[in-house]
């Protein structure tokens, strides 16, 4: 379902990341480390006006190999996703199923309620919230071992014109995504480096000067550890998340040229002198103030907070942690290590086990911490040697990557065989 339409652009790079409507990457730059891949994971609402049976991540500038994560089954109603790549980077479909006895889909986010609490994140799904199937949100997400040059995300309806088929509707959800960064220490006492994160606003549609401006409230925390994949995808007490945390209160955005708003909002912060992560939460909201009829600038009474009637519904939650290397440093090392697997099972076979031996390489490092995803699972930390037992019959998937000593992070190395009776 590529397009050529872009919603927003993103610089590359790899950092670990998450999101709620949660997505993150970081700008490249000679002092930004490409460290251990971004992990997007997110709630987003269904504020279209009618009932989806879908939802589109279009990832521009990676290959499906750099995936090495679905957020799907048992968790949504969607299940897994379907990886569709295209010349210039790979979509990630969710896609209900459809019956073609009855000629419906089988699955479908129903519309949001017309007052949408924020989630904190991490709610929109079977283990979220008891009300998920009625509360008109989803949770989706993605783990890469790059960033991606263009993100856009899209609803899907059914298409009126093929039965069974599925439509992007529309010009695509207007969330942003951060791009993160980090430069070096600058002088003083505190050797740690500067971590910000920009977020720009939704370009102007078609025949659009200035596009929709958006209310972006941001919440901050940092951490004496590295962020994992684990607490990305779960959230926890390291998830800013309460007032005292609190970076931005309000801040209103607007893309286009003649404005006269920021288009972009960049938080960016000295790490403390203990900290090796920090962890961003973006929430954003649309803008139900007045706008100039002609150009379309929104015309706020104050564009630090809105006033009454100025705060729309909110648009989805982004949630990105940025771990430095080791030590709270930003590396010199940017050479992504490279997995090499050495023994795996054959294609179609009838044992219930599986042995599978892997190993890195990299010119700069001789330490790797692998990670293993087993049918779509979260990835985890694991050897180099992996002994699967009691498997079912049908089709397996390990995705294996690995993360040197400065968490760079390899592209995933992607491992199929199928079991039969």
């Given amino acids: 379902m590529h397009r050529s339409a872009v919603t927003w652009k993103v610089a590359a790079s790899a950092v670990m990341v998450a999101s709620v409507v949660t997505f993150y990457s970081m700008r490249s730059s000679a002092a930004s480390?490409?460290?251990?891949?971004?992990?997007?994971?997110?709630?987003?609402?269904?504020?279209?006006?009618?009932?989806?049976?879908?939802?589109?991540?279009?990832?521009?500038?990676?290959?499906a190999s750099q995936i090495t994560y679905e957020f799907g089954a048992p968790y949504q109603r969607y299940g897994n996703p379907i990886l569709k790549s295209f010349s210039g980077g790979v979509d990630v479909l969710y896609e209900s199923p459809y019956d073609a006895a009855s000629?419906?889909?089988?699955?479908?986010?129903?519309?949001?309620?017309?007052?949408?609490?924020?989630?904190?994140?991490?709610?929109?799904?079977?283990?979220?919230?008891?009300?998920y199937p009625t509360a008109g949100c989803e949770h989706f997400g993605v783990g890469l071992s790059a960033t991606p040059t263009n993100v856009s995300y899209y609803w899907l309806v059914a298409d009126p014109k093929h039965a069974g088929s599925l439509v992007t509707l529309g010009g695509g959800v207007q969330l942003p995504a951060p791009s993160w960064s980090a430069t070096p220490a600058p002088p003083g006492p505190n050797s740690k480096p500067v971590?910000?994160?920009?977020?720009?606003?939704?370009?102007?549609?078609?025949?659009?000067?200035?596009g929709n401006a958006v209310w972006v409230k941001v919440f901050y925390i940092e951490s004496t550890s590295a962020a994992s994949l684990g607490h990305?995808?779960?959230?926890?007490k390291a998830v800013p998340n309460i007032p005292s945390q609190v970076e931005t209160e309000w801040s209103l955005i607007q893309a286009g040229a003649g404005g006269g708003l920021p288009q972009d909002l960049t938080e960016s912060l000295q790490m403390g002198s203990k900290s090796e992560s920090v962890t961003r939460r973006f929430e954003f909201y649309k803008y139900a103030g007045?706008?100039?009829?002609?150009?379309?600038?929104?015309?706020?009474?104050?564009?630090?907070?809105?006033?009454?009637?100025?705060?729309?519904?909110?648009?989805?939650?982004?949630m990105g942690a940025f771990n430095l290397a080791p030590g709270g440093k930003v590396p010199g090392d940017h050479t992504a290590p490279r997995v090499i697997v050495t023994s795996k099972p054959?294609?179609?076979?009838?044992?219930?086990?599986?042995?599978?031996?892997?190993?890195?390489?990299?010119?700069?490092?001789?330490?790797?911490?692998?990670?293993?995803?087993?049918?779509?699972?979260?990835?985890?930390?694991?050897?180099?040697?992996?002994s699967l037992s009691g498997l079912k019959l049908g089709r397996h998937t390990l995705?294996?990557?690995?993360?040197?000593?400065?968490?760079?992070?390899s592209a995933a190395v992607t491992v199929t065989w199928t079991i039969t009776k």
């Fill in 33 to 63: 480390p490409p460290q251990f891949g971004s992990l997007s994971n997110f709630d987003v609402f269904n504020d279209t006006g009618q009932p989806t049976h879908g939802f589109e991540i279009e990832l521009d500038g990676i290959t």
């Fill in 103 to 131: 000629k419906q889909f089988t699955a479908a986010t129903p519309l949001a309620p017309a007052v949408i609490t924020p989630t904190g994140g991490h709610v929109c799904w079977t283990g979220g919230s008891a009300n």
């Fill in 195 to 210: 971590v910000a994160a920009a977020i720009a606003a939704p370009q102007p549609e078609l025949g659009q000067q200035l």
């Fill in 232 to 236: 990305l995808v779960t959230g926890d």
């Fill in 290 to 318: 007045p706008y100039d009829p002609s150009s379309h600038e929104a015309t706020p009474v104050n564009d630090a907070a809105p006033s009454a009637g100025e705060l729309g519904r909110l648009i989805g939650t982004q």
């Fill in 346 to 386: 054959a294609a179609t076979t009838k044992l219930r086990t599986a042995r599978i031996l892997f190993h890195a390489t990299d010119p700069d490092s001789r330490v790797f911490t692998y990670f293993c995803s087993l049918d779509a699972k979260i990835p985890a930390t694991c050897k180099s040697t992996q």
């Fill in 399 to 409: 995705k294996i990557y690995a993360a040197d000593a400065a968490r760079n992070a």
